[in-house]
């Protein structure tokens, strides 16, 4: 993959604060929702003019569930349309699409249409969105040591990581939450091990290009270090005697 340098190559999102946004504006939650569509077309397109490889966000976690059941089915219609209305410029944009997470629990219809939005946008090489759907790290690595299991192989990190649902790219190099909690909600409890981990106090569907550019510059401001010391990781400075 090719990537300019200092941009992260790829991105996580998890996307928070739909329902705070339409509670302010007295709509109902799904309101938020729909703007929170409106607000990742907006991100995708940004990541993508900026270089970055990998968009990898959060929209429905295996807890999510456990929401008052009209809107879980909404939240379950609007990726429906989404998906359906989407697609065309997700190719445009040069974006291809994948769905992460348990499938099994998802009607027809939603499996249906994230199987064809995958394939539609199959060829597509710009971008590469990942949707983390009725996902959750937990479920994720469980599935991953069971699917060795059932092969017979044995668990190391590397077997782990390439039975994980995100194996097909590289791990996050910077993870934003938006909606000013701090916690990850059961989000990439594995690939996040390294990433930097930035907060962002606007609401999902107030997060546009200029705060996606906020947290860049964040991410530009650490240190990774991946345990090493400080000195390990500074580029060598010339030599200030021969200079
Ligand atoms: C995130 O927004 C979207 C989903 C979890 C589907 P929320 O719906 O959690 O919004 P808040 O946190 O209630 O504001
Ligand atoms: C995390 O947000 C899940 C998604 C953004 C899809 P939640 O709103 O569900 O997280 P909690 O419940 O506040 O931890
Ligand atoms: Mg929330």
């Known amino acids: 993959m090719n990537f300019p340098a200092g941009v992260p190559r790829h991105i996580a999102i998890v996307m928070d604060g739909n329902g705070r946004w339409a509670k302010r504006r007295f709509l109902p939650r799904l309101a938020g929702h729909k703007q929170g569509v409106t607000a990742l077309r907006h991100c995708t397109q940004a990541c993508a003019e900026r270089g970055v490889a990998v968009l990898t966000v959060f929209a429905f976690s295996s807890e999510n569930w456990n929401r008052p059941n009209d809107e879980v089915s909404g939240l379950m219609d ?13 190719c445009k944009d040069g974006v291809r699409v994948h769905f992460v997470g348990n499938r099994q629990a998802l009607s027809d219809k939603v499996r249906t249409g994230l199987e064809q939005a995958e394939a539609a946008t199959a060829h597509n090489t710009r971008l590469v969105l990942n949707v983390c759907f009725n996902y959750g790290g937990r479920w994720d690595i469980a599935q991953a040591a069971a699917a060795l299991a059932a092969r017979g192989e044995a668990i190391t990190e590397a077997s782990l990581s390439a039975a994980m649902a995100l194996a097909h790219v590289p791990d996050p190099d910077l993870l934003i939450r938006t909606g000013g909690e701090m916690r ?15 907060f962002s106090d606007r609401l999902w569907p107030e997060f546009d ?12 401001a650490r240190e990774r270090r991946f345990g090493k010391t400080s000195e390990q990781i500074a580029p060598a400075q010339p030599d200030a005697a021969h200079a």
């Open 78 to 90: 609007l990726l429906a349309l989404a998906l359906s209305r989407e697609v065309p410029q997700l």
């Open 209 to 220: 290009a200029a705060a996606l550019d906020e947290a860049i510059a964040a991410y530009h």
């Open 184 to 198: 990850l909600s059961n989000f990439l409890l594995w690939q996040a091990a390294y990433s930097e981990l930035v």
